[in-house]
């Protein structure tokens, strides 16, 4: 079992930053991929960035060249560094681990949510 906590959300006007982080807990070790995601109000939740264990990064292309993703696995936490952000940026944001139990059973785990709002 994996636990995320997030904060670090909060309102910020166009063209501000904002840092995301997401506490994990339990079975950190196990944990393969971890990301962050949206979900904006009537859409679906989307990938906005993933990072592996080993370090390798993806990127929604949205988001490339304003948001960092990076994990710190010695505190056991997950970072979104957001900048140049804009109101289409505004959504929950949600942290994820993934944890392979075979190559071929995945179990994925969420966090509650951090809302973050940008203001035109």
């Known amino acids: 079992q994996v636990q995320l906590v997030e904060s670090g959300g909060g309102l910020v006007q166009a063209g501000g930053s904002l840092r995301l982080s997401c506490a994990a807990s339990?079975?950190?070790?196990?944990?393969?991929?971890m990301g962050w995601y949206r979900q904006a109000p009537g859409k679906q939740r989307e990938s906005v960035a993933t990072?592996?264990?080993?370090?390798?990064?993806n990127y929604a292309d949205s988001v490339k060249g304003r948001f960092t993703i990076s994990r710190d696995n010695t505190k056991n936490t997950l970072y979104l560094q957001m900048n140049e952000l804009k109101p289409e940026d505004t959504a929950a944001y949600y942290c994820?681990?993934?944890?392979?139990?075979?190559?071929?059973?995945?179990?994925?785990?969420w966090g509650q949510g951090t809302q973050v709002t940008v203001s035109s």
């Open positions: 990072i592996t264990s080993g370090g390798t990064t």
């Open positions: 339990g079975s950190v070790s196990s944990i393969n991929v």
């Open positions: 994820n681990a993934d944890v392979a139990v075979t190559t071929t059973i995945l179990n994925r785990y």
